[in-house]
């Protein structure tokens, strides 16, 4: 399939042929959900804990005598019915995350284009370089490509000199501090932020990479 390429002026400046295998698969919903979870217990830090009975402190006295006083017989006044006390099965540190087939990712990621091409809601643009960093000018762009709340897309490159990666700074600079439009590498795009903004721009060597990334 074949769909308009435009500038950042929303002016028509050629045309790209999109891979129905990425583009043009089966919308497999099912399988949003599934990947969004598995992306989200990724990020979860995990870092959650709370004190048992032996990491709390004090209560090494016994409180009262065992017998005689009337009362129910204590040990120590950290167990857990007392207040101050340690807690019983709370959480501890733990990893969440879990293992995701990479065909799964992959056709998720796949379905999540095809849904934003069907929609009408994907853009191809020649070249997202910005000319200078200004969160304006960026506005400006999204407003002529009728993209205000959208991800933009684009890939990175090497450096020659330390083969560190080199983002296309402009852009991201740019776009940091709206609340409705966030910049992505080719590289690290996945489904949640897809399905996030309701626009994806891509810039043609982003598709071109893409294509060659999710080719089935």
């Known amino acids: 399939m074949k769909v308009t390429v435009v500038d950042l002026n929303n002016k028509p400046v050629g045309e790209i042929e999109l891979d129905p295998s990425v583009f043009e698969t089966e919308v497999r919903e099912h399988l949003f959900w599934e990947v969004v979870n598995w992306q989200r217990a990724k990020r979860r830090a995990g870092t959650h804990k709370v004190k048992g009975r032996s990491e709390v402190r004090g209560g090494g006295k016994k409180p009262w005598r065992q017998k005689g006083t009337g009362r129910a017989r204590q040990g120590s006044t950290r167990s857990p019915n007392w207040p101050g006390g340690g807690v019983v099965h709370g ?6 995350s879990y293992n995701m087939p990479k065909k799964k990712r992959k056709a998720a990621l796949r379905s999540a284009l095809s849904m934003k091409l069907r ?4 853009r191809v643009v020649e070249s997202l370089v910005l000319p200078e960093i200004k969160t304006k000018s960026a506005i400006k762009t ?3 490509l009728e993209a205000p709340k959208a991800l933009l897309v684009d890939i990175t490159t090497r450096n020659e000199g330390d083969q560190s990666v080199v983002h296309n700074e402009n852009l991201r600079l740019s776009v940091r501090n709206l609340e409705h439009a966030k910049y992505l590498a080719a590289d690290g795009l996945n489904v949640e932020d897809i399905l996030r903004y309701e626009v994806l721009v891509l810039s043609r060597s982003a598709v071109e990479k893409l294509q060659e990334t999710l080719r089935s």
Not at 91 to 96: A, C, H, N, S
């Open 91 to 96: 959480p501890t540190p733990r990893d969440y």
């Open 119 to 122: 929609d009408g809601r994907l």
């Open 142 to 144: 999204l407003q002529l």
